[in-house]
């Protein structure tokens, strides 16, 4: 069974700063793109980032120079360093693994993934 747990999240005022961390199990992690997602209430999930098993990283616009994506095989977990926070950041964020081993260019999109984590809410306040 394969499981992805995220944690982190909570209420953070703007400017501030929050790092969300996925936990992966039943699965050949390392074998795995990962991607963060997340869903503003209101709207539809929008892609936020991606890391492939070789470590390339691709970035919304929205988010780019502000959320850093990572991850560490040894512990099965990617993570997202969330800085410069601003209210529209506010969503449940989920964590995805992509199985494809090559590069696609479908990597925006929530059909590309296998898997998802049932999210983490992100608060950001003004």
């Known amino acids: 069974q394969v499981q992805l747990v995220e944690s982190g999240g909570g209420l953070v005022q703007a400017g501030g700063s929050l790092r969300l961390s996925c936990a992966a199990s039943?699965?050949?992690?390392?074998?795995?793109?990962m991607g963060w997602f997340r869903q503003a209430p209101g709207k539809e999930r929008e892609f936020v980032a991606r890391?492939?098993?070789?470590?390339?990283?691709y970035y919304a616009d929205s988010v780019w120079g502000r959320f850093t994506i990572s991850r560490d095989n040894a512990k099965n977990t990617v993570y997202l360093q969330m800085n410069s926070l601003k209210p529209e950041d506010t969503a449940v964020y989920y964590c995805?693994?992509?199985?494809?081993?090559?590069?696609?260019?479908?990597?925006?999109?929530?059909?590309?993934?296998?898997?998802w984590g049932q999210g983490a809410r992100v608060t950001v306040s003004s």
């Open positions: 995805a693994a992509d199985s494809t081993p090559l590069w696609v260019s479908s990597y925006t999109q929530s059909r590309q993934y296998d898997y």
């Open positions: 890391i492939t098993s070789a470590g390339g990283t």
């Open positions: 039943g699965l050949t992690f390392g074998s795995y793109a």
